[in-house]
T-cell receptor
């Protein structure tokens, strides 16, 4: 069974540009989660999508947005990039939205903002 | 509010020695607890999880963790560490409240293994 996949592996942008990150969940999983892992800050919850809808978002500005497609894959968009957006962005998926549903993580996209 | 604390930022052990990584949580009800491992430049891999039942949980790679409600702890242990265990370890608590579902991660403990 294929795991969670993310693309691209690395992304280099300049300040003010937009970045688009993609995630494909494990087959059969309907929930997708996005996390930011910046150096020294641990994992910060960004967004949660389930069945095509945004269910919850973390404490991030509106320039962080995303969507979930009918096939449950997801896209994270970061507009007006700032230097501090440089981080590893991790996507996870789970079977449903219950607290007992384990999240399985992808390898991440390393975003560098110059 | 729920929270997770991993008091040790870095831990160094010799190969073959035992290991215990600490995790303390704060949550009003019975939490769902997880331990993940992250190798350099990689995503997170689930080691084990606790939802209910036996408080001693066995995971992959020879790891185990014990849920102690009285101490609000979920410490990760391994009797004999291998050099390949060098990585960063994250404790997380999952909880549902008011229709939302959140994972809260600790800040991680970086494990170094000496040959």
């Amino acid at each position: 069974e294929a795991g969670v996949t993310q693309s691209p592996t690395h992304l280099i942008k300049t300040r003010g540009q937009q970045a688009t990150l993609r995630c494909s969940p494990i087959s059969g999983h309907t929930s997708v989660y996005w996390y930011q892992q910046a150096l020294g800050l641990g994992l910060q919850f960004l967004l949660w999508y389930d069945e095509g809808e945004e269910r919850n978002r973390g404490n991030f500005p509106p320039r962080f947005s995303g969507r979930q497609f009918p096939n449950y894959s997801s896209e994270l968009n970061v507009n007006a990039l700032e230097l501090e957006d440089s981080a590893l962005y991790l996507c996870a998926s789970s079977l449903g939205q219950a607290s007992t549903d384990t999240q399985y993580f992808g390898p991440g996209t390393r975003l560098t903002v110059l | 509010a729920q929270s997770v604390t991993q008091p040790d930022i870095h831990i160094t052990v010799s190969e073959g020695a035992s290991l215990e990584l600490r995790c303390n949580y704060s949550y009003g009800a019975t939490p769902y607890l997880f331990w993940y491992v992250q190798s350099p430049g990689q995503g997170l891999q689930l080691l084990l999880k606790y939802f209910s039942g036996d408080t001693l949980v066995q995971g992959i790679k020879g790891f185990e963790a014990e849920f102690k409600r009285s101490q609000s702890s979920f410490n990760l242990r391994k009797p004999s560490v291998h050099w390949s265990d060098a990585a960063e370890y994250f404790c997380a608590v999952g909880a549902a409240a008011s229709g939302t579902y959140k994972y809260i991660f600790g800040t991680g403990t970086r494990l170094k293994v000496l040959a």
